[in-house]
């Protein structure tokens, strides 16, 4: 690696530290404050074209990368997959506790099943 972009690597390090620690919650919410929050996903194919080539990738409210959820901590996050294709899907979220859902978490018919074309998932 040329020395000229060691500093810039670093920039962006510290770029992006600053940014995850501005985005993240001052403190913790206390449970009289919890909130609950909804979402709807749509999941649906679209073409997308990069470096002149297309090709068919799943989308969420027709946005790739999906939206992004706000939550904070101690909130109740609930979110509704519509399957709007015509494959099976499921859903992986990192770094989510799912207390009394750890089948909800994992490829299709191993630890869950699949979201069936036309119907959706909480």
Not at 16 to 35: D, E, I, M, N
Not at 46 to 70: D, M, Q, S
Request: positive net charge.
């Amino acid at each position: 690696m040329a020395i000229g972009k060691i500093p810039l690597i670093w920039l962006l390090g510290l770029a992006l530290a600053f940014g995850v620690a501005a985005a993240a919650p001052a403190q913790a919410s206390s449970s009289s404050s919890r909130v609950s929050r909804h979402y709807d996903f749509f999941i649906r194919e679209a073409n997308y074209t990069r470096l002149c080539r297309e090709k068919t990738i799943l989308t969420v409210n027709g946005e790739f990368p999906g939206p992004t959820i706000f939550a904070r901590n101690g909130d109740v996050v609930f979110v509704n997959v519509y399957n709007q294709g015509d494959k099976n899907i499921t859903i992986h979220w990192h770094g989510v506790d799912q207390p009394r859902n750890p089948w909800s978490d994992g490829p299709a018919y191993i630890t869950q099943c699949p979201i069936q074309p036309g119907s959706k998932f909480t």
